[in-house]
C-alpha cells in the first residue's frame, strides 16, 4: 500500500516554493526573456487531447490579452458533446488501470512535474501575464502555488495509502483503506488558470482517478501547457484528458451525465449553484450520487478598529481589494471602519489607492493591470454605476479602455456604503471597494458576518480580547488578522469557505484529498 521505506528516507519535508518580487535584476532579465519569447509563440493552435489522440475542431476558442485586446494569445479547439462522449469512455478505460498504481509512482509523477514547472517558472509566468493580464508577482505567486500543490499532494496521498488504524478484535483482522471514486469533470476558473486548475486536477488524480479537464474559455493555453508538463513527467495518456469547451454545452453535459462520479469546480455562485442542483438530479443508469466539490465566491471584509495600525490597516485593505484588480474569489471588497477612525483611514486607503501604477503587465512597474474581458467591463462598469446611488465615488469610476487599447478600469473607492447596499453585498469581481462606517466593535462583526458568504476575511486591531472574540464569531472558512485577507500558502492556510462560498473544499489542507476518495473497511475471519 505505502512507499517504500527508502523512498520515505529521500523525500524532505514539504516548503513551499518561494515568492520573488522581482528587484533582483537577475530575475527581471529572466522574466523579460520569458516574455518575449511568449510573444513570439503568441497566435498558435492548441488541440483537444483524448487519450494521447489529438483532436483538432473548426468552432475554436480564441483567447485574447486582456491588455492589449487586439492581441491573440491563441486558439484553442471547442470541445462538443461527441468528444466528450468520447473522453469519458477512454477516462474510464484508463481508470481501470490508473487505479491500480501504487500511489508512490502517482506521487513520483507528481514530483517529476514540479520539477519540471519550476524550470519553466517564469515562462509559465509570462504566459499568465499575456493570457490573463496578471502583474509579474501575481503570476509568479500563481505558478508558485501550484508547484505547492504538486509537492504537498503526493505526500499527503503517501499518507492516504498507508489507510487509517481500526481497533482489533479478537479472531478478525480488520483494516480501512482509501479507494478513488472513479472519472470526474474538473472546471476550474480564469483568475488562477494554473493553480486552482492545477490544485483540482492533481487532487483528482494523484488518489486515483482520472478526468476530464475542461479549462476555462479565457486561459485555455495556459491550461494546455499545465497538460503538457504533466505528460512530460510521465502521465499515462487518458489520465486527464483536454477538453476546452463552452460551459453551456460541453460543462452542463458532463455534469448531468450518468457516468460522471465526481465535480470539481471553481467559480461564481450562479453557476456553482447550477451544478449543484443538475449534478443532484438522478439520471437513468446513474449507479451512485455524485460527489460535489465547489469553491464560489466571496464578499469579504478588512475590519479596522480604532486600537489598530492605521497605516498597516490601509495598505492591507489596498492590496486585498486591488490584488489582480479585485478578480480574486478572495479580494477584501469591503473595508468596514469603526467610527472613531474611519475619516482617517479612508484618507489613507485613497492616497494609497491613488498610487497604484495601472498599465499593460508585460512592463514590471505596472502592479495594477486589466479586468478579464469585455463582459467583466460591462458588469464591473454596471455595478459602479450602481455605487453612485449607493455610496460617495471617492476614487476611480473610469474605464480607460479606448485609450489604453485593454480592459482597464480604475481602481474605484466608495464611501459611506450602507451594509445592505448592492455594492456590498454582491460579489462584483472587479476593482471596486466599498467602504463601511461602523458604530463599535461590534458592529463591525454584525456587518462583516451581513452577507450570504463566509470565504475569507481580515482584522486589524492590537486588542487581544477582540483578536479571540473574532476567532470564535468571524464566520469566514480563512481568518486572518493584521494582515491582507488574500494570499493562502498551501499547507498553511488551507483555502475554502462557509455558506454561499461553497462546500469548504479545504484545498492545500491536510483533508482535502479525502473528497477524491472513499473509505472501504474490510475484516478477515482468521481461521
Given amino acids: 500500500m505505502g512507499l517504500p521505506d527508502f523512498e520515505y528516507r529521500v523525500i524532505k519535508p514539504f516548503e513551499n516554493f ?90 513520483e509523477i507528481l514530483l517529476k512535474a514540479s520539477q519540471i514547472m519550476k524550470e519553466r517558472a517564469y515562462e509559465l509566468s509570462a504566459w499568465m501575464v499575456k493570457e490573463v493580464g496578471k502583474n509579474w508577482v501575481e503570476a509568479w505567486a500563481d505558478v508558485a502555488e501550484t508547484i505547492d500543490y504538486l509537492e504537498y499532494y503526493s505526500r499527503q496521498m503517501l499518507k492516504y495509502a498507508e489507510g487509517q488504524p481500526v481497533h482489533q478484535i479478537p479472531g478478525e483482522r480488520n483494516e480501512y483503506r482509501y ?178 501604477k495601472i498599465g499593460d503587465p508585460v512592463e514590471k512597474e505596472n502592479w495594477f493591470g486589466p479586468v478579464i474581458n469585455k463582459a467583466a467591463v460591462e458588469k464591473i462598469m454596471g455595478y459602479i454605476e450602481i455605487g453612485k446611488k449607493e455610496g460617495r465615488l471617492v476614487l476611480g469610476g473610469n474605464y480607460l479602455g479606448e485609450q489604453m487599447k485593454g480592459f482597464y478600469i480604475e481602481p474605484t473607492i466608495f464611501a459611506d456604503v450602507d451594509p445592505k447596499a448592492r455594492i456590498a453585498q454582491e460579489e462584483i469581481f472587479g476593482p471596486v471597494l466599498a467602504v463601511i462606517k461602523a458604530k463599535d466593535f461590534d458592529h463591525a462583526l454584525e456587518i462583516a458576518n451581513g452577507t450570504e458568504y463566509g470565504l475569507t476575511g481580515a482584522l486589524y486591531s492590537k486588542d487581544r480580547s477582540r483578536i479571540e472574540r473574532a476567532k470564535e464569531e468571524f464566520h469566514v472558512g480563512n481568518l486572518y488578522f493584521n494582515r491582507k485577507c488574500t494570499g493562502a500558502l498551501v499547507g498553511v492556510q488551507p483555502f475554502g469557505g462557509f455558506n454561499m462560498s461553497g462546500t469548504d473544499s479545504k484545498a492545500g489542507g491536510p483533508d482535502y484529498l479525502l473528497l477524491f476518495l472513499q473509505g472501504k473497511s474490510i475484516s478477515e475471519r482468521i481461521i
Fill in 179 to 356: 479507494i478513488p471514486l472513479g472519472v470526474g469533470v474538473v472546471i476550474p476558473p480564469w483568475n488562477f488558470p494554473l493553480a486552482i486548475l492545477g490544485g483540482m486536477t492533481l487532487a483528482s488524480i494523484v488518489t486515483g482517478n482520472t478526468v476530464i479537464l475542461k479549462p476555462a474559455s479565457d486561459s485555455p493555453v495556459i491550461g494546455y501547457k499545465f497538460f503538457e508538463i504533466m505528460k512530460e513527467a510521465g502521465l499515462p495518456d487518458g489520465v486527464i484528458n483536454f477538453l476546452p469547451g463552452s460551459g453551456a454545452q460541453v460543462g452542463n453535459y458532463l455534469v448531468g451525465h450518468p457516468k460522471i462520479r465526481f465535480i470539481a469546480f471553481t467559480g461564481s455562485k450562479d453557476v456553482g449553484l447550477r451544478i449543484n442542483e443538475l449534478a443532484a438530479k438522478h439520471q437513468p443508469g446513474q449507479i451512485w450520487i455524485k460527489r460535489v466539490i465547489l469553491e464560489m465566491g466571496g464578499k469579504d471584509a478588512v475590519v479596522v478598529d480604532e486600537t489598530a495600525d492605521l497605516e498597516a490597516a490601509a495598505e492591507g485593505i489596498v492590496v486585498s481589494a486591488y490584488g489582480f484588480q479585485g478578480q480574486k474569489c478572495s479580494a477584501g471588497s469591503r473595508a468596514i471602519v469603526v467610527e472613531e477612525v474611519y475619516d482617517k483611514v479612508l484618507e489613507l486607503v485613497i492616497e494609497k489607492a491613488k498610487k497604484l
Fill in 18 to 107: 518561494p515568492i520573488i518580487d522581482f528587484s533582483n535584476p537577475e530575475d527581471e532579465r529572466k522574466m523579460k526573456e520569458a516574455i518575449a519569447k511568449v510573444e513570439s509563440e503568441l497566435g498558435k493552435e492548441y488541440p483537444i487531447v483524448i487519450g494521447g489522440h489529438e483532436y483538432k475542431t473548426e468552432d475554436k476558442i480564441t483567447s485574447i490579452n486582456p491588455g492589449r485586446y487586439e492581441e491573440v494569445v491563441g486558439y484553442a479547439s471547442k470541445g462538443t458533446k461527441e468528444l466528450a462522449d468520447k473522453a469519458l469512455e477512454v477516462a474510464w478505460e484508463t481508470f481501470k488501470e490508473w487505479k491500480k498504481w501504487p500511489a508512490w509512482k502517482r506521487a
